[in-house]
């Protein structure tokens, strides 16, 4: 099974909104709602931000939004803000009863 | 509060077999939920590893299956990681993870990581 496919690195300004893609297969993101999204500053442990697609866990701010079509899942940050600064990873549940993880996007703030 | 904490030894011989647990203080692994393996090898992505649920039932990434095996200790409420014939690709900061499931998937909850280096 191959990794689910993100852009390596995204970048914005201050205030401004960035988009990150992450696009599977027909057996993962294209078959199921169980997408998830983690945020991950340097040495520290993955953070869920977003699960089931599109819904947010308690305390986490209502900048960051998920949504999918077909294979591609999206995260959305808006307003950003200098400590969105990190690395975003998608993960989906599998056909197969496993999990995928997406290959990591650098999110920079300029 | 559900706090996961990852041990073992931070470095393996090649060919030996990797060793990790984890302690989980908060919740009790036989009242539910499933039970993950996660790794990071150093500047790349995270690679699913597998899981084991409350009840026991285990499921592997297809690409380490052979060499996987996952396993529960509910009187002392923690689970176990054996990788076997490692090599340095292996090496990575291993995390455990509490994975919500039933009508849902994903991970709430996440050990700190350990890191394990391969190297004779």
């Known amino acids: 099974q191959s990794a689910l496919t993100q852009p390596a690195s995204v970048s914005g300004s201050p205030g401004q909104s960035i988009t990150i893609s992450c696009t599977g297969t027909?057996?993962?993101?294209?078959?199921?709602?169980?997408v998830s999204w983690y945020q991950q500053h340097p040495g520290k442990a993955p953070k869920l931000m977003i699960y089931?697609?599109?819904n947010r866990p308690s305390g986490v701010s209502n900048r960051f939004s998920g949504s999918k079509s077909g294979n591609t899942a999206s995260l959305t940050i808006s307003g950003l803000q200098a400590e969105d600064e990190a690395d975003y990873f998608c993960?989906?549940?599998?056909?197969?009863?496993?999990?995928?993880f997406g290959g990591g996007t650098k999110l920079t703030v300029l | 509060q559900v706090q996961l904490q990852e041990s073992g030894p931070g470095l393996v011989k090649p060919s030996e077999t990797l060793s990790l647990t984890c302690a989980v203080s908060?919740?009790?692994?036989?009242?539910?939920?499933?039970w993950d393996w996660i790794r990071q090898p150093p500047g790349k992505g995270l690679e699913w590893i597998g899981s084991?649920?409350?009840?026991?039932?285990?499921y592997y990434n297809p690409s380490l299956k052979s060499r996987v095996t996952i396993s529960v200790d509910t009187s002392n409420n923690q689970f176990s990681l054996k990788l076997s014939s490692v090599t340095a690709a292996d090496t990575a900061v291993y995390y455990c993870?509490?994975?919500?499931?039933?009508?849902?998937?994903?991970?709430?909850?996440w050990g700190q990581g350990t890191l394990v280096t391969v190297s004779s």
């Open positions: 993870a509490r994975r919500t499931t039933v009508t849902t998937e994903y991970f709430h909850y």
């Open positions: 908060g919740y009790s692994i036989s009242s539910g939920y499933y």
């Open positions: 084991i649920s409350h009840s026991g039932s285990t």
């Open positions: 027909s057996t993962d993101i294209g078959v199921y709602d169980y």
């Open positions: 089931d697609v599109s």
């Open positions: 993960s989906s549940y599998t056909s197969t009863s496993t999990v995928l």
